[in-house]
């Protein structure tokens, strides 16, 4: 796992080297089927609406986006990502843990509305 908190301008190169692919192999890798092309493609012009798109299109599909970029391992979106056939692949999970990151700094960070009471209760082990 390669997951460290990028620079700025780090997580900037790491923007531009994305190629959006059609396919987005990267979401097919993902377990959470999260689409890092989409995500990286909001924040490329690194404004500050930009980063707040892009954040809200991480927690959008999984609200533990940012933590998720942090402790998933590379293995999943990264090893899809087509870069590796020439070259190496984009870091994903740390763009997306940078992204929310400089959401939150920025204050920016969308938020998350707790969902309506259903009666089912969760608990949470390990």
Do not use: W, Y
Request: with cysteine; aromatic share 4%; charged share 25%.
């Amino acid at each position: 796992m390669t997951t460290h908190l990028l620079t700025d301008a780090q997580l900037k190169s790491e923007l531009a080297r994305c190629e959006s692919c059609e396919e987005k192999p990267c979401r097919d890798g993902c377990p959470a089927n999260c689409s890092p092309a989409d995500f990286i493609m909001s924040a490329r012009l690194f404004r500050k609406g930009d980063i707040q798109r892009s954040a809200a299109e991480i927690m959008s599909l999984n609200p533990l986006g940012g933590i998720c970029g942090v402790v998933c391992p590379d293995r999943f979106c990264q090893a899809k990502c087509v870069h590796q056939k020439f070259d190496r692949p984009v870091e994903i999970p740390a763009v997306q843990a940078a992204l929310v990151a400089k959401a939150k700094a920025l204050g920016v960070m969308p938020r998350l509305e707790p969902a309506p009471k259903n009666g089912h209760k969760v608990a949470v082990v390990g």
